[in-house]
């Protein structure tokens, strides 16, 4: 099966009806989904829920898909992208991960969210990209903030009140800009370079030197 995401120690393959079984002792398991919507879900919701992701996917190209230790082939979770709350008819979009207890503590949430912030700004066309928690989750918290992750607000989401945090794209990539410089004299006698990186979307001037004082 196609790899969606890869990261040092995991990869993240689209939705599939291969694991529903260990993705639905993921949704079952009340110590992982303690902060995650309304709790724990019926095997019927387990089947609604992965078939809206598998809908996302092949409607949108990306999605929650399901995450694999590469060392062991183990299941371990759900993480990726999708339009805020399923809805596709704005333009937010979040990210999301849950993962099996015994996986926790190893670093792998922060992994997994930074490799989806680097796949959201490589492959879609937003300036910003979202993840909405339970406001108590504080192990959540901190995994988005290691990642550079922001509070922004507290938001209704999913039928319930939500911390909101968001990362903005970078600025410019250097290695794609195409950079021209320019010397500016000013009517007191300095001269002045300045630095254009020019780069979709962005334009950048940079003061690089001064000389004549």
Known sequence: MNIFIETPRLIIKPPNWIDFEAYHGLLSDPEVMRYIGKGIRTREETQENLQNQINHFNKHDFSLGFVYEKQ????????????????????????????HHQFWNQGYGTELVKACIHWGFQHLPVKQLLAVINPD???????????????????????????????????????????????????????IQITHFKNKPYNIFKFTSCSGL
């Open 72 to 99: 062991t082939g183990l299941f371990v979770g759900r993480a990726g992208l999708v339009y805020l709350e399923m809805k596709d008819d704005q333009s937010d979009i979040e990210i999301g991960y849950a993962l």
């Open 137 to 191: 989750n504080e192990r959540s918290r901190r995994v988005l903030e290691r990642a550079g992750m922001r509070y922004w607000q507290r938001k209704h989401c999913y039928q319930t009140e939500v911390a909101q945090y968001f990362i903005d794209r970078p600025a410019a990539v250097f290695h794609h800009a195409q950079v021209q410089a320019s010397r500016y004299w000013t009517s007191s006698g300095l001269s």
